[in-house]
Antibody, heavy 118, light 112 residues
Framework: EVHLVESGGGLVKPGGSLRLSCATS????????ISWVRQAPGKGLDWVSS????????YYADSVKGRFTISRDNARNSLYLQMSSLRAEDTAVYYC???????????WGQGTLVTVSS | DVVMTQSPLSLPVTLGQPASISCRSS???????????LNWFQQRPGQSPRRLIY???NRDSGVPDRFSGSGSGTDFTLKISRVEAEDVGIYYC?????????FGQGTKLEIK
């Protein structure tokens, strides 16, 4: 069975930092590009960042570029998101997902809530 | 970025009746490989999103056949032939043809 389990969310002050983790199992993690998608309270889905299967390529939404860093450890089947200079508008549930476009099955975690507030 | 516009944003439906959600993109979604990367997601209350449809019309494993997707170019539709109580939630279209991937605003389906 496939599992993606996010952790690391919490309450942080504006300007602060937080590191999210996504532990995965049940699929061949090292074969997949992986993404972070966030959802502000009561709002829709927004793509945040993606990383290729071998970490050769990383991509970021303009809204987080220069502040967030995506990384992965294929030996640990884990994905990370280092977030710094956090703003109130970064408040959201952050999902780890394979975000697949074709026939390959698509997987999502249960999400972790990040709240940026003083 | 490609803008995805869904309508309606709220969809009250009687149990057993059909439902239809429209999704329009600001650019054509045909990729250079000939595929159209348009997904539909369902998000039930309190749950994570779940992909229902990929490449316009292909149902994911385990998705009931009352769900169907269609469309081409910039206009796409998700149809539910007979709405059941478990279909309550928010439905999102998403395009993956143009970088970055973008989602529609979501359509909230509720039982009338």
């Amino acid at each position: 069975e496939v599992h993606l389990v996010e952790s690391g969310g919490g309450l942080v002050k504006p300007g602060g930092s937080l590191r999210l983790s996504c532990a995965t199992s049940g699929f061949s993690f090292s074969d997949y590009s992986i993404s972070w998608v966030r959802q502000a309270p009561g709002k829709g889905l927004d793509w945040v960042s993606s990383i290729s299967n071998s970490s050769s390529y990383t991509y970021y939404a303009d809204s987080v570029k220069g502040r967030f860093t995506i990384s992965r450890d294929n030996a640990r089947n884990s994905l990370y998101l280092q977030m710094s200079s956090l703003r109130a508008e970064d408040t959201a549930v952050y999902y780890c997902t394979t975000l697949k476009l074709g026939i390959t099955p698509d997987y999502w975690g249960q999400g972790t809530l990040v709240t940026v507030s003083s | 970025d490609v803008v995805m516009t869904q309508s309606p944003l709220s969809l009250p439906v009687t149990l057993g009746q059909p439902a239809s959600i429209s999704c329009r993109s600001s650019q054509r979604l045909v990729y250079s490989d000939g595929n159209t990367y348009l997904n539909w997601f369902q998000q039930r209350p309190g749950q994570s999103p779940r992909r229902l449809i990929y490449k316009v019309s292909n149902r994911d494993s385990g998705v009931p056949d009352r769900f169907s997707g269609s469309g081409s170019g910039t206009d796409f539709t998700l149809k539910i032939s007979r709405v059941e109580a478990e279909d309550v939630g928010i439905y999102y279209c998403m395009q993956g043809t143009h970088w970055p991937p973008t989602f529609g605003q979501g359509t909230k389906l509720e039982i009338k």
